[in-house]
């Protein structure tokens, strides 16, 4: 693969309760541990809200593509991830599972299923995780 962009950022602190900062400085934030991970939660993110937020953004990006790429024009559209962290099956880690929910103005249901279906082919987040991560995808015409 050639890389065509590359972002850095460093974690200090205690981990999921420390800080964390791109190198530019653009991201720049405190984190936390949930309390339903047994942290103090709080008005701090977390490292699954990073992700979530990150594989919303690329996959609407993908979804877009595909749109575009076959001529349909969305009046509008949102993609919402939704990850989750838990015990691995063997008991020996930790797990996330994603959901991701698209809601694709202007076209029919077919059309919206069809158009996620090939965005999580092109996504790179789905292609980082598929076969590591259960994704299950949602499209909602709306």
Do not use: W
Request: charged share 15%.
């Amino acid at each position: 693969m050639s890389t065509l962009y590359s972002a850095r950022a460093t974690a200090t602190g205690n981990g999921r309760s420390g800080h964390t900062r791109s190198d530019d400085g653009v991201l720049d934030l405190e984190l936390a541990i949930p309390k339903e991970l047994g942290g103090a939660g709080g008005a701090a993110t977390n490292p699954e809200q990073l992700f979530a937020a990150g594989y919303a953004a690329c996959f609407h990006s993908a979804l877009l593509n595909v749109a575009r790429i076959a001529k349909i024009n969305l009046t509008g559209s949102a993609v919402t991830a939704d990850v989750g962290i838990g015990k691995n099956e063997a008991g020996t880690g930790y797990g996330l599972t994603v959901g991701l929910t698209a809601e694709l103005e202007g076209v029919d249901s077919d059309v919206a299923e069809q158009l996620v279906a090939k965005a999580h082919q092109v996504c790179p987040y789905s292609n980082a995780t598929r076969g590591n991560i259960e994704v299950t995808l949602l499209a909602k015409a709306i």
